[in-house]
């Protein structure tokens, strides 16, 4: 995939994943970054349980980046000391 087709990808995974995870979101920006490094880890964990990971800006990858932002995001909650889950 395209760098732009990573950060529109990760922008939308981003923003959905920070509204699931403490509903008021991160900011533009940190939501960009984490959604794209969710989606990245969200691909490598479906393709570890066999299932197909990131292959475009579609439903299916959509949905695999949202489950690996809102990881990413659970995770730089805990690392962060953010409470605001």
């Keep these: 995939m395209s760098v732009i ?8 995974a981003g923003f959905i994943a920070s509204k699931i995870v403490n509903k008021s979101g991160e ?4 939501d960009i970054v984490l959604g794209v490094v969710g989606a990245v880890v969200g691909g ?3 393709n570890a349980a066999g299932m197909a990971g990131v292959s475009g800006i579609n ?3 959509i ?14 909650h805990m ?3 953010n409470k605001r889950l």
Excluded: D, K, M, Q
């Design 5 to 12: 087709s990573w950060i529109v990808l990760g922008l939308i």
């Design 27 to 30: 900011g533009f920006l940190l």
């Design 79 to 81: 690392v962060t000391g």
């Design 59 to 61: 439903l299916w990858s």
């Design 44 to 46: 490598e964990i479906f």
């Design 63 to 76: 949905l695999v980046s949202i489950v690996g932002a809102v990881i990413v995001i659970w995770i730089y």
